[in-house]
Nanobody
Framework: QVQVVETGGGTVQAGGSLTLSCQVS????????FAWFRQAPGKEREGVAC????????PYPESVQGRFTVSRDNAEKVLYLQMNNLKPEDTAKYYC?????????????????WGPGTQVTISS
């Protein structure tokens, strides 16, 4: 059974930073593509970062370009999302996903395994 768990969410002031982590069990971490999505209340899920098994990174969406950085440690089997210069509009629940089934890397319907999410709240 595949389990995905995100940690590291919290509340920070605008301009601050947070690092999210994701650990996965039940599959071979080293061979998997991973992505981070977020969803704010009343909004659709948005893909914010994607990284291949070889650390190839998909271009970030404009909403987070230059502020978010995805990385992975295959030895420790951990995925990260470093978020800098956070803005109130970054407030959302952030999800770590894997199990890409083809198609666009930042489309939520193309991933089979989702964590429960971790809340990120940015105060102004």
């Amino acid at each position: 059974q595949v389990q995905v768990v995100e940690t590291g969410g919290g509340t920070v002031q605008a301009g601050g930073s947070l690092t999210l982590s994701c650990q996965v069990s039940g599959l071979e971490f080293e061979t998997r593509r991973f992505a981070w999505f977020r969803q704010a209340p009343g909004k659709e899920r948005e893909g914010v970062a994607c990284i291949g098994w070889d650390s190839t990174i998909t271009p970030y969406p404009e909403s987070v370009q230059g502020r978010f950085t995805v990385s992975r440690d295959n030895a420790e089997k951990v995925l990260y999302l470093q978020m800098n210069n956070l803005k109130p509009e970054d407030t959302a629940k952030y999800y770590c996903v894997t199990g890409w089934s083809g198609g666009e890397f930042l489309s939520p319907e193309n991933y089979d395994y989702w964590g429960p999410g971790t809340q990120v709240t940015i105060s102004s």
